[in-house]
């Protein structure tokens, strides 16, 4: 189960990732002499993560960073610092030197940890950290166990609506980003079922298969096993429009307006770094997104390269931090 790469602009707008314009983003003074700025990199640059090694996040992390470290001419080391809810490695890099050598891969968490989490950092990433352009998305699909009786989405919300409480879903977590995607759901189609977190997808899609559970919103390629042995059915995407390699999956947002998300990946700085580092960062990750050879590699991976600036992923994240610090608000969501 593969999804083609929608490396276009039009196609992100279309796709509802950027939706506002953002302000214009100010000049970071130089933090290093022009010399240092002339030479940069002269050294290995290290990407941190903030998940395990092993997972989609981490196996696509390693494919940008070994063509980004081409396009640099440098090695790009990538760290996982795992825990917080990824705090952990978005505090690290907002703290770091600003010199371009330490710099992360942030996600939606970014977005949700201020309303999930007010008193870890970085409090306000939009001004704790430096957005440098989009990476990829992955977008969710929902699994219905085979024991529920219904074939769409439809039948899924006449269902849970008439047994209150029978049904359970899964996430990879309280906060995570399938617990707020299914979350809206249920607020938009004012449905009750009971959540049950986990420590990442791969416990919960255990459950899933033995009908502990009943629902999960899973990434395409660690829920096509399931799918291909007739264990769960699909009724919707989580995009905000149906992908060419499954046109007969409808988006949740096809019924329920607004309803819509991915799990998206940015390139970050700490603040302060020089602007001529920024531009060949940018440049260089620009350039990794355009080659051929890796979109052919992160299909197999169910995800979709965005080619986007500073100015951009700086719009979505503004948007993100809206839309999820009001589900966790209306939901009372609380983290492990």
């Known amino acids: 189960m593969t999804f083609a790469a929608i490396p276009t602009r039009r196609r992100l707008a279309q796709a509802g990732l950027a939706l506002a314009a953002a302000p214009a983003l100010a000049r970071p003074a130089l933090a290093r002499p022009a010399l240092a700025q002339a030479n940069w990199p002269s050294r290995p640059i290290t990407l941190v993560i903030g998940y395990a090694p092993g997972g989609l996040t981490d196996v696509m992390v390693r494919m940008v960073a070994e063509r980004l470290g081409r396009e640099l001419d440098q090695t790009v080391v990538v760290e996982n610092r795992s825990g917080g809810g990824t705090s952990i490695a978005s505090t690290y890099v907002a703290q770091a030197r600003p010199d371009g050598y330490t710099l992360l891969i942030g996600t939606n968490s970014l977005a949700i940890n201020p ?19 989009l990476v990829y998305y992955s977008p969710f699909a929902m699994a219905v166990q085979r024991s529920v009786p219904v074939e769409d989405l439809a039948g899924l919300v006449a269902y849970a609506k008439a047994n209150p409480g029978k049904l359970n879903y899964g996430s990879s977590g309280n906060g995570s980003v399938n617990h707020l ?3 809206l759901l249920l607020q938009k189609a004012g449905m009750r079922v009971e959540h049950v977190p986990y420590r990442g997808a791969g416990p919960a899609l255990l459950d899933l298969r033995a009908d502990r559970i009943q629902l999960f919103y899973a990434s395409p390629l660690d829920i096509a096993p399931l799918v291909n042995d007739g264990t769960v059915r699909l009724v919707a995407i989580s995009a905000p429009e149906r992908l060419p390699i499954l046109p007969d999956l409808p988006s949740v947002a096809e019924a329920y307006p607004g ?30 997104l355009e080659d051929p050879s890796l979109g052919e590699r992160v299909t197999q991976q169910g995800v979709v390269l965005m080619q986007g600036d500073a100015a951009a992923l700086h719009r979505l994240l503004a948007s993100e931090i809206e839309v999820w610090g009001g589900v966790v608000r209306a939901s009372g969501i609380k983290p492990d």
């Open 115 to 133: 309303a999930l989490q007010p008193g870890s950092t970085p409090r306000d990433p939009l001004k704790e950290l430096q957005p440098i352009g």
């Open 259 to 288: 309803c819509a998300g991915v799990l998206w990946q940015g390139l970050f700085a700490p603040p302060g770094t020089p602007g001529p580092v920024q531009q060949r960062l940018y440049a260089a990750l620009r350039a990794t």
């Open 181 to 183: 995607l299914t979350e």
